[in-house]
Protein backbone atom coordinates (compact mmCIF):
# COMPACT_ATOMS: atom_id res chain seq x y z
CA UNK A 1 0.00 0.00 0.00
CA UNK A 2 3.06 2.48 0.78
CA UNK A 3 3.96 1.98 -3.45
CA UNK A 4 0.57 2.88 -4.24
CA UNK A 5 0.33 5.93 -1.85
CA UNK A 6 3.42 7.28 -3.11
CA UNK A 7 2.47 6.56 -6.68
CA UNK A 8 -0.87 8.28 -6.32
CA UNK A 9 0.89 11.74 -4.27
CA UNK A 10 3.32 11.93 -7.15
CA UNK A 11 0.40 11.58 -9.95
CA UNK A 12 -1.62 14.14 -8.40
CA UNK A 13 0.75 16.41 -7.44
CA UNK A 14 2.09 16.68 -11.10
CA UNK A 15 -1.53 17.00 -12.44
CA UNK A 16 -2.02 19.36 -9.69
CA UNK A 17 1.09 21.34 -10.95
CA UNK A 18 0.49 21.17 -14.63
CA UNK A 19 -3.36 22.28 -14.01
CA UNK A 20 -1.41 25.22 -12.05
CA UNK A 21 1.37 26.42 -14.36
CA UNK A 22 -0.20 25.58 -17.81
CA UNK A 23 -2.07 29.34 -19.51
CA UNK A 24 -5.75 28.56 -21.26
CA UNK A 25 -5.09 28.56 -24.53
CA UNK A 26 -7.58 29.25 -26.71
CA UNK A 27 -8.13 27.27 -30.12
CA UNK A 28 -10.49 26.62 -32.79
CA UNK A 29 -11.47 22.81 -32.79
CA UNK A 30 -13.77 23.59 -36.25
CA UNK A 31 -17.22 24.88 -34.26
CA UNK A 32 -19.45 21.36 -34.97
CA UNK A 33 -23.03 20.66 -34.34
CA UNK A 34 -23.83 19.61 -30.48
CA UNK A 35 -20.12 20.40 -29.24
CA UNK A 36 -21.68 20.63 -25.18
CA UNK A 37 -22.36 17.03 -25.41
CA UNK A 38 -18.96 15.96 -25.94
CA UNK A 39 -17.76 18.25 -22.97
CA UNK A 40 -18.10 14.76 -20.69
CA UNK A 41 -20.69 13.71 -18.16
CA UNK A 42 -20.74 14.19 -14.09
CA UNK A 43 -17.82 15.21 -12.21
CA UNK A 44 -16.46 11.55 -12.29
CA UNK A 45 -15.88 11.06 -16.04
CA UNK A 46 -14.58 14.91 -16.33
CA UNK A 47 -12.02 14.26 -13.92
CA UNK A 48 -10.93 11.04 -14.91
CA UNK A 49 -10.47 12.49 -19.03
CA UNK A 50 -13.54 11.01 -20.09
CA UNK A 51 -12.01 7.66 -20.55
CA UNK A 52 -14.92 5.77 -18.96
CA UNK A 53 -15.76 3.06 -21.94
CA UNK A 54 -14.97 0.30 -20.18
CA UNK A 55 -16.04 0.96 -16.31
CA UNK A 56 -18.65 -1.18 -14.40
CA UNK A 57 -18.33 0.74 -11.19
CA UNK A 58 -20.18 3.47 -11.20
CA UNK A 59 -24.28 3.28 -12.17
CA UNK A 60 -25.68 6.10 -14.21
CA UNK A 61 -22.72 6.74 -16.29
CA UNK A 62 -24.18 5.09 -19.51
CA UNK A 63 -23.08 8.60 -21.01
CA UNK A 64 -20.20 7.02 -22.02
CA UNK A 65 -21.46 3.30 -22.99
CA UNK A 66 -25.12 2.14 -23.16
CA UNK A 67 -23.85 -0.86 -21.83
CA UNK A 68 -23.90 0.43 -18.82
CA UNK A 69 -27.14 0.69 -18.21
CA UNK A 70 -27.14 -2.59 -17.39
CA UNK A 71 -24.69 -2.39 -14.24
CA UNK A 72 -25.87 -4.78 -11.28
CA UNK A 73 -27.31 -2.44 -8.55
CA UNK A 74 -29.71 -2.79 -5.90
CA UNK A 75 -31.26 0.61 -5.56
CA UNK A 76 -32.02 3.60 -7.77
CA UNK A 77 -28.39 5.45 -8.29
CA UNK A 78 -29.82 9.35 -9.17
CA UNK A 79 -26.89 12.20 -9.63
CA UNK A 80 -26.77 15.58 -10.49
CA UNK A 81 -24.20 17.89 -11.61
CA UNK A 82 -23.49 21.65 -13.10
CA UNK A 83 -20.27 23.01 -14.07
CA UNK A 84 -19.09 26.49 -13.51
CA UNK A 85 -17.88 28.49 -16.93
CA UNK A 86 -17.01 31.60 -18.14
CA UNK A 87 -19.39 34.20 -20.51
CA UNK A 88 -22.59 33.81 -19.01
CA UNK A 89 -22.13 29.99 -20.23
CA UNK A 90 -24.11 27.04 -17.77
CA UNK A 91 -24.21 23.50 -18.47
CA UNK A 92 -26.42 20.73 -15.79
CA UNK A 93 -26.60 17.59 -15.84
CA UNK A 94 -28.88 14.72 -14.63
CA UNK A 95 -29.38 10.86 -14.58
CA UNK A 96 -31.26 8.17 -13.42
CA UNK A 97 -30.50 4.52 -13.54
CA UNK A 98 -33.23 1.21 -12.94
CA UNK A 99 -33.27 -2.09 -12.68
CA UNK A 100 -34.95 -4.01 -15.24
CA UNK A 101 -35.06 -7.75 -13.52
CA UNK A 102 -33.43 -10.24 -14.22
CA UNK A 103 -31.01 -9.05 -15.92
CA UNK A 104 -31.57 -5.85 -17.91
CA UNK A 105 -30.98 -1.78 -17.16
CA UNK A 106 -32.53 1.28 -18.15
CA UNK A 107 -31.04 4.74 -17.83
CA UNK A 108 -32.27 8.13 -18.80
CA UNK A 109 -29.17 10.75 -18.56
CA UNK A 110 -30.31 14.60 -19.50
CA UNK A 111 -27.73 17.37 -20.59
CA UNK A 112 -28.04 21.06 -20.82
CA UNK A 113 -26.62 23.60 -22.49
CA UNK A 114 -26.99 27.43 -22.24
CA UNK A 115 -25.64 30.55 -23.00
CA UNK A 116 -27.11 34.00 -22.23
CA UNK A 117 -26.19 37.75 -22.52
CA UNK A 118 -24.95 37.68 -26.06
CA UNK A 119 -24.50 41.17 -27.41
CA UNK A 120 -26.34 41.31 -30.59
CA UNK A 121 -25.08 43.98 -33.37
CA UNK A 122 -25.76 44.49 -37.11
CA UNK A 123 -24.04 45.04 -39.88
CA UNK A 124 -22.96 48.71 -38.75
CA UNK A 125 -22.12 47.40 -35.54
CA UNK A 126 -24.83 48.93 -33.87
CA UNK A 127 -26.16 46.99 -30.30
CA UNK A 128 -29.39 45.51 -31.22
CA UNK A 129 -30.46 43.83 -27.94
CA UNK A 130 -28.94 40.80 -25.81
CA UNK A 131 -29.51 37.22 -27.30
CA UNK A 132 -29.57 33.51 -25.64
CA UNK A 133 -29.50 29.71 -26.98
CA UNK A 134 -30.52 27.20 -24.82
CA UNK A 135 -29.77 23.00 -26.20
CA UNK A 136 -30.46 20.27 -24.44
CA UNK A 137 -29.68 16.20 -25.44
CA UNK A 138 -32.28 13.60 -23.38
CA UNK A 139 -30.92 9.98 -24.07
CA UNK A 140 -32.67 6.78 -22.84
CA UNK A 141 -30.14 4.06 -22.74
CA UNK A 142 -31.43 -0.25 -22.79
CA UNK A 143 -28.91 -2.45 -21.94
CA UNK A 144 -28.71 -6.65 -21.34
CA UNK A 145 -26.40 -8.58 -19.34
CA UNK A 146 -26.10 -11.93 -21.51
CA UNK A 147 -23.94 -13.61 -18.68
CA UNK A 148 -21.33 -12.38 -16.01
CA UNK A 149 -18.94 -11.20 -18.60
CA UNK A 150 -20.76 -9.60 -21.03
CA UNK A 151 -23.57 -7.06 -21.68
CA UNK A 152 -24.63 -4.65 -24.64
CA UNK A 153 -26.83 -1.53 -25.08
CA UNK A 154 -28.76 1.01 -27.17
CA UNK A 155 -29.45 4.09 -26.22
CA UNK A 156 -31.66 6.72 -28.33
CA UNK A 157 -31.00 10.54 -27.93
CA UNK A 158 -33.06 13.01 -28.50
CA UNK A 159 -31.35 16.55 -29.31
CA UNK A 160 -33.16 20.04 -29.06
CA UNK A 161 -31.78 23.58 -30.16
CA UNK A 162 -33.16 26.90 -29.23
CA UNK A 163 -30.89 29.40 -30.78
CA UNK A 164 -32.50 32.56 -32.15
CA UNK A 165 -36.02 33.83 -31.39
CA UNK A 166 -36.73 34.38 -35.06
CA UNK A 167 -35.70 30.93 -36.20
CA UNK A 168 -37.68 27.84 -35.40
CA UNK A 169 -36.47 25.38 -32.68
CA UNK A 170 -34.60 21.99 -34.53
CA UNK A 171 -35.23 18.65 -33.21
CA UNK A 172 -32.86 15.37 -34.40
CA UNK A 173 -32.61 11.67 -32.99
CA UNK A 174 -29.53 9.75 -32.38
CA UNK A 175 -28.74 6.29 -32.10
CA UNK A 176 -25.70 4.85 -29.76
CA UNK A 177 -24.38 1.37 -29.27
CA UNK A 178 -22.59 -0.54 -26.69
CA UNK A 179 -20.38 -3.40 -25.36
CA UNK A 180 -18.50 -3.95 -22.39
CA UNK A 181 -16.66 -7.78 -21.79
CA UNK A 182 -15.26 -8.77 -18.81
CA UNK A 183 -11.68 -10.68 -19.79
CA UNK A 184 -10.77 -11.44 -16.24
CA UNK A 185 -10.99 -10.61 -12.55
CA UNK A 186 -9.01 -7.11 -13.09
CA UNK A 187 -9.64 -6.47 -16.74
CA UNK A 188 -12.44 -4.88 -18.50
CA UNK A 189 -12.93 -3.99 -22.38
CA UNK A 190 -15.24 -1.47 -24.26
CA UNK A 191 -16.54 -0.05 -27.36
CA UNK A 192 -19.11 2.26 -28.50
CA UNK A 193 -20.40 3.85 -31.63
CA UNK A 194 -22.14 7.15 -30.56
CA UNK A 195 -24.14 9.98 -32.51
CA UNK A 196 -25.43 7.06 -35.72
CA UNK A 197 -27.71 9.44 -37.84
CA UNK A 198 -27.26 11.73 -35.17
CA UNK A 199 -28.31 15.77 -36.86
CA UNK A 200 -30.13 18.90 -36.97
CA UNK A 201 -31.33 20.93 -39.86
CA UNK A 202 -31.67 24.37 -39.22
CA UNK A 203 -33.66 26.45 -41.73
CA UNK A 204 -32.84 30.18 -41.59
CA UNK A 205 -35.04 31.46 -44.08
CA UNK A 206 -37.27 33.94 -41.72
CA UNK A 207 -34.17 35.69 -40.37
CA UNK A 208 -31.69 35.84 -43.22
CA UNK A 209 -34.38 35.63 -46.42
CA UNK A 210 -34.66 33.16 -48.92
CA UNK A 211 -31.17 33.35 -50.12
CA UNK A 212 -30.22 31.28 -46.79
CA UNK A 213 -30.93 27.71 -47.23
CA UNK A 214 -31.40 25.02 -44.82
CA UNK A 215 -28.17 23.43 -43.17
CA UNK A 216 -27.86 19.89 -42.13
CA UNK A 217 -25.76 20.07 -38.97
CA UNK A 218 -24.54 16.34 -38.70
CA UNK A 219 -23.10 15.27 -35.27
CA UNK A 220 -19.80 13.69 -35.03
CA UNK A 221 -19.43 10.14 -35.64
CA UNK A 222 -17.85 8.67 -32.44
CA UNK A 223 -16.13 5.24 -32.19
CA UNK A 224 -14.44 4.78 -28.70
CA UNK A 225 -12.43 2.03 -27.12
CA UNK A 226 -11.44 1.04 -24.37
CA UNK A 227 -9.63 -0.71 -21.50
CA UNK A 228 -10.28 -0.64 -18.17
CA UNK A 229 -7.23 -2.04 -15.22
CA UNK A 230 -8.74 -3.22 -11.69
CA UNK A 231 -5.27 -2.75 -9.62
CA UNK A 232 -6.59 -3.70 -6.41
CA UNK A 233 -9.89 -2.60 -4.73
CA UNK A 234 -8.60 1.08 -3.94
CA UNK A 235 -6.83 1.62 -7.74
CA UNK A 236 -8.49 1.51 -10.89
CA UNK A 237 -6.94 3.00 -14.45
CA UNK A 238 -8.74 3.24 -17.46
CA UNK A 239 -7.61 3.79 -21.21
CA UNK A 240 -9.75 4.86 -24.47
CA UNK A 241 -9.19 5.81 -27.94
CA UNK A 242 -11.64 7.85 -29.90
CA UNK A 243 -11.77 8.43 -33.40
CA UNK A 244 -14.36 11.35 -33.91
CA UNK A 245 -15.53 11.83 -37.86
CA UNK A 246 -16.69 15.63 -37.61
CA UNK A 247 -18.90 16.51 -40.97
CA UNK A 248 -19.19 20.20 -42.03
CA UNK A 249 -20.58 21.95 -45.04
CA UNK A 250 -18.97 25.09 -47.19
CA UNK A 251 -20.12 26.87 -49.97
CA UNK A 252 -18.32 26.78 -53.28
CA UNK A 253 -19.17 29.34 -56.23
CA UNK A 254 -22.01 27.54 -58.92
CA UNK A 255 -21.35 24.02 -56.96
CA UNK A 256 -23.72 24.87 -53.97
CA UNK A 257 -22.85 23.86 -50.78
CA UNK A 258 -20.18 20.44 -50.15
CA UNK A 259 -19.83 18.69 -47.67
CA UNK A 260 -16.73 18.57 -46.01
CA UNK A 261 -15.75 15.69 -43.97
CA UNK A 262 -12.35 15.67 -40.98
CA UNK A 263 -11.13 12.66 -38.66
CA UNK A 264 -9.89 13.71 -35.36
CA UNK A 265 -8.22 11.41 -33.01
CA UNK A 266 -7.88 11.50 -29.04
CA UNK A 267 -6.16 9.47 -26.19
CA UNK A 268 -8.13 9.90 -23.01
CA UNK A 269 -6.94 8.17 -19.43
CA UNK A 270 -7.76 8.22 -16.17
CA UNK A 271 -6.73 7.40 -12.90
CA UNK A 272 -9.21 6.41 -10.00
CA UNK A 273 -7.75 5.83 -6.22
CA UNK A 274 -9.73 5.52 -2.58
CA UNK A 275 -6.99 5.98 0.22
CA UNK A 276 -10.15 5.57 2.64
CA UNK A 277 -13.54 4.38 2.31
CA UNK A 278 -14.90 7.87 2.50
CA UNK A 279 -12.56 9.39 -0.12
CA UNK A 280 -12.21 8.63 -3.68
CA UNK A 281 -9.32 10.97 -5.74
CA UNK A 282 -9.09 10.89 -9.33
CA UNK A 283 -6.86 11.94 -12.25
CA UNK A 284 -7.15 12.13 -15.86
CA UNK A 285 -6.13 13.57 -19.33
CA UNK A 286 -6.73 14.12 -23.11
CA UNK A 287 -4.38 13.92 -26.04
CA UNK A 288 -5.69 15.59 -29.34
CA UNK A 289 -3.98 14.61 -32.43
CA UNK A 290 -5.36 18.02 -34.29
CA UNK A 291 -4.99 20.19 -31.27
CA UNK A 292 -1.39 21.43 -31.96
CA UNK A 293 -1.13 24.66 -29.23
CA UNK A 294 -2.73 22.56 -26.22
CA UNK A 295 -2.41 18.71 -26.89
CA UNK A 296 -2.58 17.61 -23.27
CA UNK A 297 -5.15 18.72 -21.14
CA UNK A 298 -5.29 17.68 -17.74
CA UNK A 299 -7.95 16.99 -15.18
CA UNK A 300 -8.65 16.11 -11.73
CA UNK A 301 -11.64 15.54 -8.68
CA UNK A 302 -12.40 13.80 -5.70
CA UNK A 303 -15.49 12.36 -4.32
CA UNK A 304 -16.02 12.58 -0.36
CA UNK A 305 -19.05 9.87 0.26
CA UNK A 306 -20.91 11.09 3.22
CA UNK A 307 -21.09 8.46 6.16
CA UNK A 308 -25.20 8.00 6.08
CA UNK A 309 -26.89 5.01 5.60
CA UNK A 310 -29.94 6.32 4.34
CA UNK A 311 -29.48 7.68 0.28
CA UNK A 312 -25.58 6.92 1.15
CA UNK A 313 -24.81 10.38 -0.67
CA UNK A 314 -21.60 11.41 -2.32
CA UNK A 315 -20.32 14.95 -3.21
CA UNK A 316 -18.12 15.08 -6.53
CA UNK A 317 -16.48 17.32 -8.23
CA UNK A 318 -13.83 17.70 -10.72
CA UNK A 319 -11.70 20.84 -12.44
CA UNK A 320 -10.62 20.22 -16.08
CA UNK A 321 -10.07 22.35 -19.44
CA UNK A 322 -12.91 22.12 -21.69
CA UNK A 323 -12.77 20.97 -24.82
CA UNK A 324 -12.66 24.56 -26.70
CA UNK A 325 -9.58 25.35 -24.88
CA UNK A 326 -11.71 28.78 -24.22
CA UNK A 327 -11.12 27.98 -20.44
CA UNK A 328 -10.90 25.92 -17.30
CA UNK A 329 -14.47 24.74 -15.55
CA UNK A 330 -15.39 23.41 -11.90
CA UNK A 331 -17.77 20.76 -12.14
CA UNK A 332 -19.65 19.64 -8.99
CA UNK A 333 -21.95 16.71 -8.36
CA UNK A 334 -24.16 14.93 -5.82
CA UNK A 335 -25.21 11.69 -5.99
CA UNK A 336 -27.84 9.61 -3.84
CA UNK A 337 -29.35 5.98 -4.15
CA UNK A 338 -32.91 5.60 -3.74
Given at each position: ?KN ?8 F???L ?22 I ?9 G ?15 N ?60 Y?T ?8 R ?8 FS ?11 N??DL ?8 G??ID??V??K ?46 Y ?20 T ?26 E ?10 N ?5 Q???P ?12 L???I?Y??A ?10 V???RVK?
Amino acid sequence: MKNISYFTIILFSVTLLILTAAPAISYSQGGFSGEFTRIGFSPIGISMGNAMTASTEYSGLSYYNPAQAAIKTGSVPIQFSSALMQFDRQLHMVSANFRLPPSAGLAFTLISARTGDIDGRNLSGYHTGYLSTSEYRLSGDFSIRFSNHVMAGIGINFNYSDLHEEISAVQGIGIDIGVIGKITSQINVGASVQNLFSSLSVNTTDLYGTDAAPRNEKHPLRIITGIRYKYSEGLKMHVDYEVRNQFGETAQDGLGRQEVRSTNHFLKSGVDYSPHERVSLRAGVIWNEKNQDQSFKPSAGFSIHLPFDRLTPSIDYAFASEPSGISSMHVFGLRVKI
